[in-house]
């Protein structure tokens, strides 16, 4: 059985950092895609990041470029989202995501395993 258990989310205030987690267990196969989405109150889920656990590759959408960086332990099968500079329109429940795949995709119906999301609110 898949899953993803994120956690480090919280509170913090503009210009503040958090780092999100993303533990994995039961994956069927060794090479997979994960990324980091995030949902605000009344919006729709957006990509945050991701990565290509096999090649390395990551994906960071643009309003995040500079700020957030992604990165996985492939020895403890977790992610990771380094967020700094926070603003507060970073606010959203932050999910992780993942899907075998030999190619990755940032559309939120590619993936078909899910985290239960961690919350990041940013106060100005």
Known sequence: QVRLVESGGGSV????SLRLSC??????????CMGWFRQAP???????????????STYL????????????DSAKKT????????KPEDT???????????YCRTDPSFFNYWGQGTQVTVSS
């Open 13 to 16: 205030q503009a210009g503040g």
């Open 23 to 32: 533990a994995v267990s039961g994956f069927p196969s060794s090479r997979y």
């Open 42 to 56: 009344g919006k729709e889920r957006e990509a945050v990041s991701g990565i290509d656990t096999n090649s390395g």
């Open 61 to 72: 959408a643009a309003s995040v470029k500079g700020r957030f960086t992604i990165s996985q």
């Open 79 to 86: 992610l990771y989202l380094q967020m700094n500079s926070l």
């Open 92 to 102: 959203a429940m932050y999910y992780c995501a993942a899907r075998t795949a030999s």
